[in-house]
């Protein structure tokens, strides 16, 4: 009986700090502090991956956007590309149709050549006399005048100097609205006064041009320059092109030094060159 009311005696004591315990931790300030500072890192923690999350969505959206500008670019320079496929083709063409008329110039003038041999030949032999050809433009066909216009003899021929300033867009062969301007009263005065000359359409440029153009070289751009009025003179102004050539001299033959800045823009310039020959003659 005493062994059972000592192990009854036991298990009350037990029991009780048992329930000192649990009240013990319940009202412990130190787990308290423990279970807050838990908490409280467990927020920022949370905070960090929020942030973490807005970051990486950020950069994300920024390389959406930077993807898009780069389709962007990439179309614009297709586009570039493509334009300068056009002029390169265009002026293959050109160049293409310039040779085709040197060499028809050329034969021409060599049939020219040989007739004239001929004649002096058959006259010679005819009566000891000798002709010869009367290539002075000064005796035989009026000097003109265009107000703006530089029109000078230059041997045997007579140059007409027309700004490219004037006609073209910058260091290209794009005509711009006030081309005409000059182009009319020029043409006007060399149809009236040499209505069947042979009319040499040359493209000169200073030494600075075409340098910042991609695939251009002064000779290109001059050529298609020269090109370029050659076609305006056959279908605005109605010349015969048995009348016409063209030729691009590049920088090569400058009116006056490149140094300047004036220089430079006067050396930029198509000349209408009227030559003594008459297409009658050929």
């Known amino acids: 009986m005493m062994k059972f009311f000592l192990k009854l005696r036991t298990v009350t004591v037990g029991f009780a700090l048992l329930a000192i315990l649990s009240t013990g931790c319940r009202n412990n300030p130190w787990l308290a502090r423990r279970k807050a500072s838990l908490v409280e890192k467990e927020r ?11 970051e990486f969505q950020r950069r994300a959206n920024e390389l959406d956007d930077n993807n898009r500008d780069l389709h962007k670019r990439l179309a614009q320079s297709q586009r570039e590309v493509q334009l300068m496929n056009d002029d390169v083709k265009l002026l293959r063409q050109r160049l293409g149709e310039t040779a085709d008329l040197l060499v028809q110039s050329r ?14 030949a058959s006259t010679t032999r ?8 009367n290539n002075s433009l000064r005796g035989d066909l009026p000097e003109i005048r265009v107000p703006g216009v530089i029109v000078r003899q230059d041997g045997d021929v007579v140059r007409l100097e027309l700004p490219s300033d004037q006609l073209f867009l910058t260091q290209s062969a794009t005509l711009h609205q006030g081309a005409f301007q000059l182009l009319d009263p020029v043409v006007d005065a060399v149809r009236r006064s040499y209505p069947r000359q042979r009319i040499g359409v040359e493209g000169h ?9 991609v695939g251009t070289s002064p000779h290109q751009l001059t050529i298609a320059q020269a090109a370029a009025i ?17 030729l691009g001299h590049g920088a090569n033959h400058p009116r006056v ?5 004036a220089g430079q823009a006067k050396n ?6 009227v030559y003594p020959e008459s297409i009658d003659d050929f």
Do not use: C, W
Not at 230 to 246: D, H, I, K
Not at 257 to 261: E, L, R, V
Not at 268 to 273: N, Q
């Open 205 to 213: 440029t200073d030494s600075q041009s075409a340098a910042s153009v």
């Open 230 to 246: 050659f076609e305006l003179l056959m279908t605005r102004y109605q010349l015969s092109p048995r009348q016409l050539f063209v």
């Open 44 to 54: 920022a923690a949370d905070e960090q991956i929020a942030a973490q999350d807005r």
């Open 107 to 120: 034969t021409e003038h060599s049939q020219s050549d040989q007739r004239l041999k001929a004649l002096q």
């Open 126 to 133: 005819r009566g000891g006399a000798m002709i010869t050809a």
């Open 257 to 261: 030094s490149n140094a300047t800045a």
């Open 268 to 273: 930029r310039r198509i000349e209408l060159v």
